[in-house]
Nanobody, 121 residues
């Protein structure tokens, strides 16, 4: 079982920056991809940024050029640098990871508990 812990949410004024971090812990797993999703009340969770184990990245069109996803210094960590934040970025941000066993059996996607990001205008 993989446990994801996020940190770094908070309140920031429009135009400001925040950095979210996510650390995965557990044993005997492989993470082919980690990423960030966000959700606002009444809407579906949407993908924000994805990073694969091979280093490929993908971004939602609305955050392209403002957000950057990258590996952290520690193993199985990823962070999301968010710049030029807009009120529309306000949401609960979730770290997610696709999980495989060491035998490469898919185990589904694990989620963190979520961290609130609020951007004031």
């Amino acid at each position: 079982q993989v446990h994801l812990v996020e940190s770094g949410g908070g309140v920031v004024q429009a135009g400001g920056s925040l950095r979210l971090s996510c650390a995965a812990s557990g044993s005997r797993f492989v993470l082919p991809a980690m990423g960030w999703w966000r959700q606002v009340p009444g809407k579906q969770r949407e993908s924000v940024a994805i990073l694969t184990s091979r280093g490929s990245t993908s971004y939602a069109s609305g955050v392209q050029g403002r957000f950057t996803i990258a590996r952290g210094d520690a193993e199985n960590t990823v962070y999301l640098q968010m710049n030029s934040l807009e009120p529309e970025d306000t949401a609960v941000y979730y770290c997610g990871a696709d999980v495989l066993t060491l035998e490469l059996t898919p185990m589904g996607r694990s989620w963190g508990q979520g961290t609130q990001v609020t951007v004031s205008s």
